[in-house]
């Protein structure tokens, strides 16, 4: 037997239905048929190799709204992984749809810590063992706490939210399923490279945890960070990068010899194309196409959302035109229902569901001033700077400077004047921020009913937005100073 064996580990996160690649000074970036081509070519050339998803597949593609998962699962059936793990947005088609899709899964699908609350029995195997080579590696996978927050309607559905109660259900695992034979155990995580540090901090050593592969807060990395001795990494979201552990692993004393990890550009210098992937996903797109390729609008100029914890250009329009002759003061935009980066000039239907796929109603609420800068405060908490928080933009006429270092709204105005405490200003904001007020706004929302009854304004947001942006050629729009952020 030979003493030392190889193990090539691939993985992605945060897939997001990028499924088409982009053009950045000439050369083809990401898109998964070259993803495709990138993990078939890395299994000719190695002997053993592992290929592992760590969550969020669905969503940010209109193929994959189109056909509410099930054409993503199609294509992942062709990128073949060797084992996948539950992201929040897997949730958002519902549970009975989710538990439709894995079955339609030609690949594993695990989760440890997401179970029906009346019996607590667990929706999908927590953990799956690959024997390959002559080793056996464990995978567990553990789903972000946001979760709750998605699927708040399904009351049947729990998780371990606390990360302590996370860690100690990786324990149980580890000592149930984790053997002699038992060479490398693997944490396939969606929780954010925050919480998979403070994950890392809470396990045992006596567990056998080796490293922890992570999604959900799209973290680029150059090299593996290493928290208690467990090396952590991310490939950032989409499919323009793909992480690669090259690990060789002593099999007589049971240990790991080297484990070099870098995160691989998808290119044309690094794949060629999958033939069959690029089959399948034309003919979803045929459809598509013929069903959404229509112009709605063109912008005066390319419109940008580079960063969720920042006023931005599309957070601007978007809030503005929401607010447009409405019965509100303020639009409240969660900046993570703004999915692209940027957007335009000329702007299809395709593109601007895209932006918006999270059409659901409008909600209108009476808040105080006083109540209105509990909220504001507890959004732009220290956490948010790591984007683990909702984060907002704000409709024209509001003001907010705020100073991280000493945690205080220097500036506090509404159209010029502050905003007065005891005032009643009517607020809006879409089905799920509604559904999670008391999470997301640390204010109760039973509070808040005593103000006057919430009310649903609109039934559709993108209704809305098409209808104006089709109205009015040649928007523009720009950072204004509506949100300030001091060190």
């Not at 070259?34 to 592992?50: A, F, P």
């Not at 999604?215 to 090299?223: I, L, V």
């Not at 090259?246 to 484990?259: A, G, I, M």
């Not at 929302?445 to 006057?452: A, D, F, I, P, S």
């Amino acid at each position: 037997m030979t003493k030392h064996a190889k193990l090539t580990l691939l993985h992605s996160n945060d897939l997001h239905g990028a499924f088409f690649p982009e053009y950045k000074a000439g050369h083809e970036i990401g898109g998964i048929s070259r993803l495709s081509g990138y993990v078939k070519k890395v299994r000719k050339e190695e002997e053993n190799v592992i290929y592992a998803v760590a969550g969020d597949m669905f969503r940010g593609s209109i193929i994959d709204s189109e056909y509410l998962g099930l054409s993503t699962i199609e294509l992942m059936n062709i990128l073949s992984p060797d084992v996948a793990t539950v992201g929040n947005h897997e949730v958002d088609y519902g549970l009975a749809h989710l538990l439709f899709l894995e079955k339609c899964a030609q690949f594993p699908i695990i989760n440890a810590n997401m179970y029906v609350t009346i019996n607590n029995t667990r929706l999908f195997t927590p953990y799956l063992n690959v024997d390959i080579g002559g080793m056996r590696v464990l995978f567990i996978g553990i789903l972000t706490e946001e979760v709750l927050a998605t699927a708040r309607t399904e009351k049947v559905i729990g998780t371990f939210v606390d990360i302590e109660d996370a860690a100690r259900q990786v324990g149980v695992i580890c000592d149930n399923y984790r053997t002699s034979n038992t060479d490398l155990t693997v944490l396939l995580t969606h929780i954010g490279i925050e919480k998979d540090r403070e994950l890392a901090r809470l396990i045992e050593p006596g567990w056998g945890v080796d490293m922890i592969i992570g999604g959900h807060s799209h973290t680029f990395m150059e090299k593996a960070e290493c928290v208690g001795g467990i090396p952590i990494v991310q490939a950032g979201m989409g499919t323009g990068l793909i992480g690669r552990f090259d690990l060789v692993y002593d099999k007589e004393e049971k240990r790991l010899v080297s484990s070099g990890w870098q995160a691989v550009r998808i290119d044309e210098r690094t794949a060629m194309r999958d033939p069959l992937m690029d089959e399948m996903i034309e003919t979803f797109r045929t459809v598509t196409d013929a069903k959404y390729r229509r112009i709605v609008t063109r912008f005066a100029r390319e419109l940008t959302h580079p960063s969720r914890i920042q006023e931005t250009e599309l957070g601007n329009l978007y809030a503005d035109i929401l607010q447009d002759e409405s019965s509100f003061d303020i639009m409240m935009m969660g900046s993570g229902a703004i999915r692209k980066q940027k957007l335009g000039p000329i702007v299809e239907y395709q593109d601007m569901l895209e932006n918006t796929p999270f059409d659901d109603n409008l909600w209108m609420l009476e808040v105080t001033g006083e109540q209105f800068r509990r909220m504001v405060t507890y959004i732009m908490r220290d956490d948010a700077w790591a984007g683990h928080t909702e984060f907002y933009q704000f409709s024209k006429g509001v003001r907010i400077v705020w100073r991280k270092s000493t945690h205080r709204l220097e500036v506090f105005n509404f159209n010029g004047k502050p905003f007065e405490m005891r005032k009643k200003y009517r607020i809006a904001m879409q089905t799920y921020h509604y559904q999670n007020f008391d999470e997301f706004f640390n204010v109760p929302l039973e509070e808040v009913k005593k103000n006057m009854r919430p009310k649903v304004v609109a039934t559709s947001v993108n209704n809305i937005i098409e209808e104006y942006l089709t109205v009015h050629q040649g928007l523009d729009a720009r950072v204004e100073g509506r949100i300030v952020i001091l060190e």
